[in-house]
């Protein structure tokens, strides 16, 4: 059974930081094989990718709205990809979630339907 499981969100005020992370298990194959991406949804919206990092960690997506504040990065040996999150403002409150993309080495696909698999998700909830 393929699992994704995020952790670290949480409430924070405007201008804190959290560092989201999310452990998979269970893939068919190695977790290098898959660019991992972060979307976010808030309520009444689509969900949308926040970044994204493909397996040799040379290419990275951010959305207009985190450049800059955000940094995406992984550890294969840990099966883990962490979205650091600095310079929060209420706008970026969602549920995040992790998604793997199998066999993705230079491209990085931006839209949720081009993901195979997904987490949970984790509330990030950011206070004016």
């Known amino acids: 059974q393929v699992q994704l499981v995020e952790s670290g969100g949480g409430l924070v005020q405007a201008g804190g930081s959290l560092r989201l992370s999310c452990t998979a298990s269970?893939?068919?194959?190695?977790?290098?094989?898959?660019?991992m991406g972060w979307f976010r949804q808030a309520p009444g919206t689509e969900r949308e990718l926040v970044s994204a990092?493909?397996?040799?960690?040379?290419?990275?997506y951010y959305a207009d709205s985190v450049k800059g504040r955000f940094t995406i990065s992984r550890e294969n040996a840990k099966n883990t990809v962490y979205l650091q999150m600095n310079s929060l403002k209420p706008e970026d409150t969602a549920v995040y979630y992790c998604?793997?993309?199998?066999?993705?080495?230079?491209?990085?696909?931006?839209?949720?339907?081009?993901?195979?698999?997904w987490g949970q998700g984790t509330q990030v909830t950011v206070s004016s």
């Open positions: 269970g893939l068919t194959f190695a977790f290098s094989s898959y660019a």
């Open positions: 990092i493909t397996w040799r960690g040379d290419t990275t």
């Open positions: 998604a793997a993309d199998y066999g993705r080495a230079s491209v990085i696909a931006t839209t949720a339907k081009s993901y195979d698999y």
